[in-house]
């Protein structure tokens, strides 16, 4: 068997027969061999009758002649007996025909010829081939992408690519379109008037079944016979049957399943308007009717461009499928499904959830639906205004899962016992009711007075979201609740981890991995580590991401910029970041969950003399704190706040007042909040100039092992500056360095996970040599206590769990060991 692109040319005694379905180039084969001949040649056309063969056989061998019999399968038994006989007596023969043999007299001829000669077996011509035709066509010196387009456009079948390449030369289709495309032009339906015939004469002897498969192939769908054959309305064995009929007469390429594209642009050009929308409106009723996946559904749909009422279904149903896991998409199988014919008002309530979960402006003037669905929408957007008094009255008398959103809203805004009942009512729903993520949720708003036991609440929270995501739009993620609880807790790392996984599983959509990227730059900053803070802010892929941030938002990223400008003591950008978030905090959207981020802000407005501005926001947090019941750990993060406010205005007797009540509460809380008790009270001494070197150097350390570096260094730097012992000072500023893990924009060796500072190095090479803390502290001027600390933070930084680890760490790190 010859490949396609090769020729045999018979001699004397040789014969040689052509296979290819029709198009395929059988003529044009049988003319090349005809006319590399060195001997006369007698062309047979079928069917003839026995009188006209027998005269034309008996003339081939008297001249010596080879008998040259195209599409040899449209003749009859007779004609095919006395060419085999012919063939057995000698006579040198060139016979082409379609692949499928359907009679026997004519396999017999086959047979015979075959053993005599060669068998040539057509295909799709490759690019050379192509290349071959376009030339032949006239198109001098086609390029490449014309080439491949009309390869592409006419599934290498010979003959419509001569019939594209010509119109090309022409100018027909190649100026329809801007540039010059091929297949562009084919699928708008700028066919060849050649190729159209051509077509049409191979349709015309197709019965009516075979027609209505046809057309319904045209449209070029990626579906099973089964939903071709439904939307025929023929049996699937008259598809298989109509496949194969198709195949032989070259409109499906061999190998192919599915109609060349130029022949189905030429078929659906044929179509009457009428006759179109009703074919695909049969289509869309049978994609639908089979249970076809929605979004496979659509996107058949879409290809084929049909628009009709079916479709527009299909798509909606699409949009519903993607809403929650991908909701750019949804929005614009929206967009598709109101094209296509359906009431804009079907659709609004999915495609309001799809953009909340973007964070692109939602008018829920004229959204109508689901109550339950509409709830769970107006109580998320008013999360992302920081407005969750809001949320919690959208969601008051809400059923599944709306309730156990509503225990997060009702915590939020420090209703401890309303968190409890909600959590409650979605605990005790029938089953089917709130999933597993929301449920775990709500149990850890329902822990509002002990921060600790909701951070495990929240961590299995995220874990089922990442699992089985909610289908429900969600006003916060348990990734972020959960690390802004981890913050307050000073678990810098589960933080970190929970934000990341977020991340990485989408959780909440586009507008939560927003949030979930600033609130891990946030808690960077807070942990000390600056230049990976700066970095999460740098323009990712897509910088349309933060074209719409929420208020929220914008608050954390003030925050985070304010914090920023607070630690490097860049008093013009800290007024900058204050500036463009003080109309919000005049908004006072104040929630629990957002204490540490306020913080920020409102000692930043201490430090530039804006107090006055500040305050009603420290007024809502106080009733808040007050309303949950005055939780210790609520307590002395609000009492916190207002003591940093006193050490920034210098009110010495507010300072001493403050500390006091925050030293009462703090013992009740947990260890970051007992380490901010004793540090108020040490700052209460220092403001007052009472200077003890000892303890308030332990205390910046307990504040730096509970991170809150920043905080530690500024307590100690304050404290050497206002002694009168000049000892003491040096060793107060030595500790202060030692307590900076980075400084703003510090270079590469500051302020990165798993990278050591100067003095972390030089206490790691101590480790190494087996000093001890007192040994390690006496040699570089540190109380053991320091040395602690600095040991303990090393440790966090190479996620070393054991002694073993980190000394292998150490080894490990560069300038530890040379």
């Known amino acids: 068997m010859q490949a396609h692109g090769q020729m045999t040319t018979p001699g004397a005694d040789a014969t040689t027969v052509v296979v290819g379905v029709d198009g395929a180039g059988r003529s044009r084969r049988l003319r090349d061999l005809a006319a590399a001949l060195d001997r006369p040649v007698r062309w047979v056309t079928l069917p003839s009758s026995d009188a006209d063969l027998d005269l034309v056989l008996t003339d081939a061998r008297a001249a010596g002649a080879v008998v040259i019999v195209d599409d040899a399968h449209h003749g009859q038994p007779s004609s095919w007996r006395a060419l085999a006989a012919a063939a057995r007596a000698g006579q040198a023969m060139l016979i082409a025909r379609r692949p499928v043999v359907r009679a026997v007299e004519l396999a017999d001829l086959d047979q015979v010829v075959a053993a ?53 030369s022409r100018g027909s289709v190649a100026t329809a379109t801007s540039r010059g495309s091929v297949a562009t032009a084919t699928s708008r339906g700028l066919v060849p008037a050649a190729l159209r015939a051509r077509v049409q004469r191979r349709l015309a002897g197709l019965p009516a079944d075979g027609a209505a498969v046809t057309q319904v192939l045209a449209l070029l769908l990626d579906v099973p016979d089964s939903v071709v054959a439904r939307a025929a309305g023929v049996t699937v064995a008259t598809v298989a049957d109509t496949s194969n009929v198709l195949q032989e007469r070259g409109m499906i390429a061999p190998g192919s399943a599915s109609l060349i594209p130029a022949v189905a642009a030429a078929i659906r050009t044929d179509l009457p308007v009428v006759v179109r929308r009703q074919l695909h409106d049969r289509v869309a009723t049978a994609l639908l009717d089979s249970g076809t996946d929605p979004l496979l559904a659509a996107v058949q749909l879409r290809r084929a461009r049909v628009r009709t009422p079916t479709a527009a279904v299909a798509y909606a149903r699409a949009a519903d499928h993607l809403r929650f896991r991908d909701p750019d998409a949804a929005v614009s199988w929206y967009d598709a499904a109101v094209e296509a014919g359906a009431q804009p008002a079907a659709v609004d309530l999915g495609r309001a959830e799809a953009a909340t979960q973007l ?12 109550p339950a669905r509409l709830a769970i929408v107006v109580a998320a957007i008013a999360a992302q205004q920081g407005r969750w008094d809001r949320a919690a009255e959208a969601l008051a008398d809400a059923d599944r899962p709306g309730a156990a959103l509503a225990a997060v809203a009702w915590a939020a805004t420090g209703h401890p016992e309303r968190a409890g009942d909600a959590a409650c009512r979605a605990r005790t729903e029938p089953s089917g009711g709130t999933p597993e993520a929301l449920a775990r949720l709500a149990e850890a708003a329902a822990g509002l007075a002990e921060p600790e036991a909701m951070l495990p609440l929240l961590i299995e929270s995220a874990e089922a979201a990442q699992r089985t995501p909610p289908d429900v739009v969600l006003p916060d993620s348990p990734h972020a609740l959960g690390a802004l609880v981890a913050g307050l807790a000073g678990d810098v790392s589960t933080a970190e981890r929970l934000l990341l996984a977020g991340l990485a599983a989408g959780v909440g959509g586009p507008v939560t991995a927003r949030r979930h990227q600033l609130l891990l730059a946030f808690t960077r900053m807070r942990a000390g580590r600056y230049d990976t803070a700066a970095a999460e802010l740098a323009p990712g892929p897509d910088p349309t991401a933060w074209d719409h941030p929420t208020a929220r938002d914008q608050l954390l990223a003030a925050a985070l910029a304010a914090g920023m400008a607070r630690r490097s003591g860049d008093v013009a950008r800290m007024r900058e970041a204050w500036n463009g978030v003080e109309t919000q905090l005049a ?24 107090m006055v501005r500040a305050q009603p926001v420290m007024d809502v947090l106080d009733d808040l704190v007050a309303r949950a019941g005055d939780p210790p750990t609520w307590v002395v993060a609000v009492g916190w706040i207002r003591v940093q406010v006193a050490v920034a205005l210098e009110d010495t007797a507010t300072a001493a007042t403050l500390a006091g009540e925050l030293a009462t509460a703090a013992p009740l809380a947990g260890p970051r909040q007992r380490a901010q008790g004793a540090a108020a009270l040490a700052w209460a001494d220092v403001l007052a100039g009472k200077v003890d070197v000892d303890r308030v150097c332990s205390v910046a350390g307990d504040l730096a092992t509970n991170q809150l570096p920043w905080d530690a260094s500024r307590l100690v730097g304050q404290a050497a500056i206002r002694t009168t012992d000049a000892t003491a000072a040096r060793r107060l500023l030595e500790h202060a360095r ?81």
């Open 116 to 168: 005599a000669g060669t068998v040539d077996q057509l295909g799709p011509l490759d690019a050379a081939g192509v290349a071959a035709v376009v030339t032949e066509a006239g198109v001098t010196e086609p390029d490449e992408d014309t080439i491949e387009e009309i390869r592409t456009a006419s599934g290498g079948m010979a003959a419509v690519a001569a019939s594209l390449a010509t119109a090309t």
């Open 359 to 370: 964070g692109t402006p939602v008018d829920l003037t004229d959204v109508s639906g689901e």
């Open 587 to 610: 908004r006072r959207a104040v929630d629990l969950f957002a204490i540490e981020v306020l913080e920020e802000l409102v000692v930043t407005a201490a430090r530039l003399r804006r």
């Open 738 to 818: 030692g307590l900076s893990a980075a400084e703003v924009g510090g270079g590469e060796q500051r302020g990165r996970a798993g990278v050591l500072s100067e003095r972390e190095i030089a206490v790691g090479r101590m480790v190494l040599e087996g000093r001890t803390q007192r040994e390690i502290g006496s040699q570089l001027y540190l109380s053991p206590k320091t040395v602690e600390h600095h040991v303990a933070r090393m440790r966090t930084k190479l996620d070393a769990s054991s002694r073993a680890e980190f000394l292998a760490a150490l080894r490990e790190h560069p300038g530890v060991v040379d």
